[in-house]
C-alpha cells in the first residue's frame, strides 16, 4: 500500500499549498468541483493528479456505495482520497468529470497514465480488502465501479479503458 499513500499523501501536501487560492474547499476532505482544473493545473504532476482523482475518487466511492457495517468508516481511515463535491447541490460528483468531454477534460487524459496509477490504487486496495474484509467485498466493491462507470461515464471509449482497467487489476 505503501505507493498508494505516496500518491495520497502527495495529493494533500500539494493540496495544502494550493488551496488558499481555492474559492470552493468542500469541507475538510475535497473541494467542488468547479475547482478541479485549477487545483490539477496548479500540482507539480498535473497528468498524474488527473489520473490520481479520476481514479481514486472512483474507488472511494464505489467502497461507499457498496459497503456495509463499519467498511467505510474502517477504508477511510486508511485510505484518505479527497472528495469531489458537485457544484450545483454538493453531493459526491462523478469522477467521469476528470474527462468530462463538454469542457475537453477528456483531451487532458493520458491513458498511460491512468493504467499506471490504477495498477497502483486498485491492487494495493484490493490487497487491503482482501486482508481485512474477504473477496464477496472485493467483488462488491468491483460490481460497484463497474456500475459507475456504466451510468457516468458517457464516452464508450473512457467507458471502455477504465472498465477494463478495473477488470485486470482490482
Known amino acids: 500500500m505503501q505507493e498508494t499513500?505516496?500518491?495520497?499523501?502527495n495529493f494533500w501536501t500539494e493540496f495544502e499549498k494550493i488551496k488558499k487560492?481555492?474559492?470552493r474547499v468542500g469541507g475538510f476532505d475535497g473541494f467542488c468541483q468547479c475547482e478541479s482544473e485549477k487545483i490539477i493545473e496548479k500540482t507539480s504532476k498535473a497528468t498524474e493528479t488527473r489520473s490520481f482523482l479520476?481514479?481514486?475518487i472512483l474507488v472511494d466511492?464505489?467502497?461507499r456505495a457498496s459497503s456495509s457495517d463499519n467498511l467505510y468508516e474502517d477504508f477511510r481511515s486508511v485510505f484518505t482520497y479527497p472528495k469531489l463535491v458537485a457544484h450545483f447541490d454538493g453531493s459526491d460528483c462523478s469522477s467521469f468529470w476528470f474527462c468530462y468531454h463538454v469542457h475537453g477534460y477528456d483531451k487532458k487524459v493520458d491513458?498511460?497514465?491512468?493504467?499506471s496509477v490504477s495498477n497502483i490504487i486498485f491492487?494495493?486496495?484490493?490487497?487491503?480488502?482482501?486482508k481485512f474484509y474477504d473477496t464477496q467485498v472485493v467483488e462488491?466493491?468491483?460490481r460497484s465501479m463497474l456500475e459507475d462507470i456504466r451510468k457516468n461515464y458517457r464516452a464508450n471509449s473512457e467507458a471502455e479503458k477504465l472498465s477494463k482497467l478495473v477488470e485486470n487489476f482490482f
Request: aromatic share 10%.
Open 5 to 9: 499513500f505516496k500518491l495520497i499523501n
Open 21 to 23: 487560492t481555492i474559492s
Open 54 to 56: 479520476m481514479i481514486g
Open 61 to 63: 466511492q464505489a467502497v
Open 111 to 115: 491513458w498511460s497514465n491512468v493504467e
Open 123 to 130: 491492487s494495493e486496495t484490493r490487497g487491503w480488502l482482501i
Open 140 to 142: 462488491r466493491v468491483k
